[in-house]
């Protein structure tokens, strides 16, 4: 397995339960992750911020899911939606950003559909911000 880390940085603002209990996720499938706060930023969105060490998505999937290839994106999403919950009724995050050691930001929003996450588990991100492009069904650079 491909040793990964992760950090979750969690908006200050709303509750911790949906980033500890996905670390724990994290945690359970041999990866090593921590969660930090992120003081609110008046004005901005709340986003949740998920650096991993590995370079793309797909090493980070493999290691923290060890499944099939055709399963990795149902758990990616599963992983995304758990921190977008917002658990118990409360207020949730924005977004979900997801940046690799090289810099690649992929973000991740509530309304995606399964065929984003089928995309991003072999998304190279390298150095680029990519968001989904809902009229032409696929991740562009922004």
Known sequence: MTHSEVEI???AA???TPALEQRDVLRDAGVSATCLLRPTRRGAADAVLVLVTSAVLEPFLSALFG???EEAHKALKAF????LSGGDGA???G???VESGAG???TFTADLPDQ????AVGLEACGDRWVWDSRRAMWTPA
Do not use: I, K, M, T
Request: hydrophobic letters at 40%; charged letters at 15%.
């Open 9 to 11: 940085y969690w908006p």
């Open 14 to 16: 709303l509750p911790s």
């Open 67 to 69: 499944r099939l290839a």
């Open 80 to 83: 995304v939606d758990g921190l």
């Open 91 to 93: 207020q949730a995050p």
């Open 95 to 97: 977004g979900v950003v």
């Open 104 to 106: 690649g930001r992929v």
């Open 116 to 119: 984003a996450y089928e995309q």
